[in-house]
């Protein structure tokens, strides 16, 4: 439930590319851990860095980045779920204070898995103090993640894909790519550099990827009456960069640039992601 159940033990730097002053430097902190787990807490952060580092384009950027890994035990395994979705209540003391049911936007969302950031993020600048972003892998097998100021994931079989997605919003500033009923959509173009509201290929922020001859609005969700897509006459090229309809939680009226992204549906990162997070990590090479 908080930092007293539990301790901090020591940081390992797992991936050593340099020094710290001149890598993009993760740190890697574990919730719902006890002493007895810390074997399967390595082995849950090595795999994680494994997938980061087979996900394009983490790979050709790796050699500026550092990862280390800080050893927090907890009391208890597991984390908080006050049962928001009609399961049971489960309690868990765990030094982040891991919890299911967080709120978003006034919802209680089950899947939303939150731990106590402030601490989390003293706990990293304490032990790695030039940190640039923190993944807190908590120790529940229950599907779950959040981003914000840190990623967090679960160890549900998803849990690393959701911990680079979440990675993609917490580190590269990436927005959702992904539909729904609109109702926590803002007006207005997104300041977002991979969501637009803007299908003129002269303005859109990632125009200069889009291709001569591709359609904008490249694809338009059947069943948006209203929103402005005009249909294109046909089919864009297959993995064209356009302007898709659906995104940042909403079907209609806003465009992502592929059908499939890390921030959509855990599909490869789309060329604007990619080059998003290409730009931000260019500045640590060696
Ligand atoms: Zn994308």
Redesign the pocket.
């Known amino acids: 439930m908080s930092a007293t159940d539990g301790g901090v033990l020591r940081v390992t730097k797992i991936v050593n590319n340099g020094p710290d002053t001149e890598r993009w430097n993760l740190v890697i902190i574990g919730d719902g851990y006890r002493h007895c787990e810390l074997v399967k807490y390595h082995d849950h952060a090595k795999k994680f860095v494994d997938r980061l580092q087979s996900t394009a384009p983490f790979g050709e950027m790796f050699d500026g980045i550092n990862v280390h890994r800080i050893d927090v035990v907890s009391d208890e395994s597991g984390a908080d779920d006050p049962g928001c979705a009609g399961g049971p209540v489960v309690t868990r003391k765990t030094y982040f204070d891991a919890t299911f049911c967080s709120p978003h936007n006034g919802h209680l969302i089950d899947r939303l898995l939150t731990v106590d950031n402030a601490l989390a993020l003293s706990v990293a600048k304490t032990h790695v103090s030039q940190n640039h972003h923190v993944v807190c892998i908590v120790n529940s097998t229950k599907y779950g993640g959040s981003g914000g100021s840190i990623a967090v994931c679960s160890v549900h079989a998803l849990s690393r894909k959701i911990a680079i997605h979440e990675l993609g919003h917490s580190a590269f500033g990436?927005a959702d790519?992904y539909g729904g009923n609109g109702l926590d959509t803002p007006a207005g173009e997104p300041p977002k550099p991979?969501v637009t509201r803007d299908t003129n290929s002269a303005t859109n922020k990632w125009g200069a990827l889009v291709a001569v001859g591709t359609p904008m609005p490249t694809q338009c969700n059947p069943g948006c009456v209203g929103s402005g897509c005009v249909a294109p006459g046909a089919p864009p090229a297959p993995g064209a960069v356009g302007t898709y309809e659906g995104a940042l939680w909403s079907d209609c009226g806003i465009y992502?640039?592929?059908e499939a992204?890390?921030?959509?549906s855990y599909d490869p990162?789309?060329p604007?992601?990619a080059g998003v997070i290409r730009d931000t990590l260019q500045a640590f090479m060696p």
């Open positions: 990436l790519e991979n992502r640039p592929m992204c890390y921030m959509n990162f789309c604007v992601c």
